[in-house]
């Protein structure tokens, strides 16, 4: 059967899925996540809702095909613990650098399990759902089905994830770059979205800039002068940026591995090569 998610992320909320609910029945509704099947399909904050076609089942009484009607809600996080999670993510500058370049750290749950919650509905009590179908045991097949094109959606955007969690994408942005160590890493962000500056074509450096009647130290302008103790500490560098800028799952990249992995393995093999010419 192939793969529905390529992925951690996708893949680990489908594991979560599992954990939490009957694998069985929640393969069951695999086909249900096609759009042949699901007919209406809504995000509203952290409530799903969606419209699927079902199969006519004289069992149950069901002679007509039938369209049902359902809702899912992940169990949300409070605002309190919420506050103790974005003060974790942004003290940690890897993490940090990651979450405003639009990524989601692999070792993300380190920060949800210090305060007593997770992202991914590793819980039954985590997921709530609702079908109007006969079937009383949930996930139905409907349900299941939806959960699938969840995933799919969580492919293309893991902050879903945190939506659905009760914290927007937009409000755990304007969270983390309200903090110190945020502020510079987006400063530094914003900065490298400028074109550079053009210099004009001379080979002549301009004069430094002099206070009037201040004498030139010659000697420390060759040798350097001790630094003031107060210098701030610069952000840290993101490798990668402009790669990481533009995402890991651009539109032409079709393989299941990470693009940027794939990219920095290829720059490490053509570094390797080239190594005693540089």
Request: with cysteine; net charge positive; charged share 25%.
């Amino acid at each position: 059967m192939s793969r529905l998610t390529s992925t951690w992320w996708g893949e680990r909320f489908l594991e979560a899925l599992e954990a939490a609910t009957d694998a069985g029945r929640l393969q069951r509704g695999r086909s249900y996540a096609g759009p042949s099947r699901l007919l209406e399909f809504h995000i509203d904050g952290a409530k799903i809702r969606a419209k699927v076609r079902g199969n006519k089942n004289p069992y149950f009484g069901v002679y007509k095909e039938p369209k049902y009607n359902l809702e899912i809600q992940l169990q949300a996080i409070p605002p309190a613990a919420w506050r103790g999670i974005v003060e974790r993510l942004a003290a940690n500058a890897g993490w940090l650098s990651r979450l405003l370049l639009g990524e989601v750290p692999e070792d993300i749950e380190t920060a949800f399990r210090a305060a007593g919650h997770t992202l991914l509905p590793y819980r039954a009590q985590d997921l709530k759902g609702h079908c109007s179908c006969p079937d009383y045991a949930n996930p139905c097949k409907h349900i299941a089905g939806t959960y699938y094109h969840v995933a799919q959606l969580i492919e293309q955007d893991p902050f879903l994830l945190f939506q659905l969690r009760g914290l927007s994408r937009d409000a755990l942005h304007r969270e983390l770059v309200k903090t110190p160590l945020g502020k510079a890493l987006s400063a530094q962000l914003r900065a490298d979205d400028q074109p550079p500056t053009p210099q004009p074509r001379s080979h002549r450096y301009p004069p430094a800039p002099m206070v009037p009647g201040e004498a030139v130290d010659l000697h420390g302008f060759w040798h350097g002068g001790t630094l003031p103790q107060d210098l701030p500490e610069p952000p840290p560098a993101i490798p990668a940026l402009l790669l990481r800028r533009e995402g890991d799952r651009p539109a032409f990249w079709t393989r299941d591995n990470s693009f940027i992995e794939a990219m920095g393995e290829i720059y490490r093999i053509i570094e390797g090569k080239n190594r005693e010419r540089l």
